[in-house]
């Protein structure tokens, strides 16, 4: 079942998985965020906006509704 990246808790990693605004996904791939690429959460601002998170050996902030628009699978 995949989540919304908004919706992962710090430290779990994740495996990108598609992105439900084609708008946003362009930008989402210039910045290493494609479908199959590991990504852990490090960190979370106090109202959740915005989110570090590790991807393709980089830190990355990304909005809130940015992260909402990725689609993640949890890594077991």
Partial sequence: ???KLSEIQIGKKVII???EDDDIYLKLM???CVPGEIVTVDQVAPFK???SITVAGYRLSL???EAEN???EEVI
């Fill in 1 to 3: 079942m995949y989540k």
């Fill in 17 to 19: 998985k598609s992105f």
């Fill in 30 to 32: 210039e910045m290493g």
């Fill in 49 to 51: 906006d915005p989110i």
């Fill in 63 to 65: 909005r809130l509704n």
């Fill in 70 to 72: 990725i689609l993640v």
